[in-house]
């Protein structure tokens, strides 16, 4: 068994030592990979165990531990390991660059994966046809900050196709939205060039959903953070992309309970969420995890006052999600269907976001079509409704 890891917070560490644990349970021998593969030590003082351990990226390590381990047979063309897509054949992660230049102080990502390295327009674009080919429906563009798509490359130009295409976020959309499918923008830093994008939603080119991890709305905690953004200038952007998209979902992810982080701050993190009126959130309590430069500052929020925040956070968000939902009964939305009776709108990344539950139709809908439902009941999080 090979796991994947991820070392990004103290919950993930554990997460990812839980699922070795289960593994090596299950079955004895695990390859271990993936961010958490850094921290080799750990890993060994918990599961000595392990056959391998191999960091992020290392596709020819963990294929030289599989060779190493497994008993060698003739080659096969049809059964040996040549890259596997672990996601449904309808939907697939498109990964457009790797690292991140910036240095939030909660975070050591770039301690693992580096500086900012963006893979060739051209290459992007191949996968991305590939995946169309084979029968992928929706594109979800993933990196650790899309909206810096090509800064290190100095947006150099690629080919899409033979015709000149710049190593750049809304060059690589404007190319997606050619392929014919959903495609959703994930982890999106609120930059003001995140505008030009806009108009490729409005026109219906990709879909009408930004992915935007805010974090916090109090200065003085985005200083600590190191974020740049400024909550009233973060408020004028989502009122400037509504005024040109107005069907958009915004997503976004938020933490409470940073170091520091005074009640009236957390208050007005709380008013923030109040104004900006998001489609869907997500919040945290803040995680000390090992290495990062937050866990340095002053006053640390205790650990319980961090969930309570945390828990409050999510009530007034839940009943921000349960009234926008609401507006959508009565309305027919088209869906990608997931499972039978189960589907996502444009408005529903899935895994994080809610879905569209339905009924109906003489033709039973099967996963990866596109259908159409009509919007009979809501909760705080997903629609339900009838096939039309
Ligand atoms: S932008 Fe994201 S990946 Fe980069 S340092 Fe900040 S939190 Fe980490």
């Not at 995946?131 to 947006?155: M, W």
């Not at 803040?286 to 640390?300: I, K, T, W």
Request: hydrophobic share 40%.
């Amino acid at each position: 068994m090979i796991v994947n890891t991820c070392g990004f917070i103290d919950a993930a560490v554990q997460e990812s030592l839980d699922a070795i644990g289960e593994a090596l349970a299950e079955n004895g021998k695990v390859i271990v990979t993936g961010c958490l593969g850094v921290r080799e030590k750990t890993i060994k003082e918990v599961h000595p165990a392990v056959l391998a351990i191999t960091g992020p990226h290392d596709t020819p390590g963990v294929m030289n531990a599989v060779h190493a381990h497994l008993p060698p047979k003739p080659h096969d063309p049809y059964t040996d390991l040549v890259g596997v897509k672990l996601t449904p054949p309808h939907y697939a992660y498109l990964k457009i660059s790797e690292g991140c230049n910036h240095r939030c102080t909660f975070c050591i990502i770039p301690s693992m994966r580096g500086d900012l390295v963006s893979r060739p327009i051209g290459e992007v674009m191949q996968e991305a046809e590939n995946l169309v080919k084979a029968g992928v429906k929706e594109l979800l563009v993933i990196s650790q900050d899309t909206s810096a798509y090509g800064v290190d490359v100095k947006y150099r130009t690629g080919f899409v196709k033979g015709k000149p295409t710049k190593t750049r976020m809304v060059d690589l959309c404007r190319a997606l939205g050619e392929l014919g499918v959903w495609v959703r923008l994930h982890y999106v830093y609120p930059y003001p060039h995140v505008d030009e994008v806009l108009p490729l939603m409005a026109e219906g080119k990709i879909l009408p959903y930004l992915d935007v991890p805010f974090q916090h709305a109090s200065p003085r905690i985005l200083k600590l953070m190191r974020r740049p953004a400024n909550a009233e200038k973060v408020l004028e952007r989502i009122r400037g992309w509504r005024a040109i998209c107005p069907e958009i979902t915004i997503r976004s992810t938020f933490i409470a309970g940073f170091p520091g982080e005074t009640e009236q701050e957390f208050s007005e993190l709380l008013a923030f969420l109040d104004e900006a009126q998001l489609d869907r959130v997500g919040c945290f309590a803040y995680s000390p995890v090992e290495g990062a430069a937050a866990n340095q500052l002053p006053d640390p929020v205790p650990a319980e006052l961090r969930e309570e925040r945390q828990a409050r956070f999510m009530q007034a968000q839940e009943r921000i999600s349960a009234q926008k939902l609401k507006r959508k009964v009565g309305t027919t939305l088209e869906v990608l269907v997931d499972e039978p009776g189960v589907g996502r709108s444009s408005a529903d990344a899935p895994e994080i976001d809610g879905v569209v539950r339905f009924e109906g139709a003489r033709v039973a809908a099967r996963p990866g079509e596109f259908r159409n439902v009509l919007v009979e009941r809501s909760d705080a999080h997903d629609l339900f409704g009838r096939l039309r």
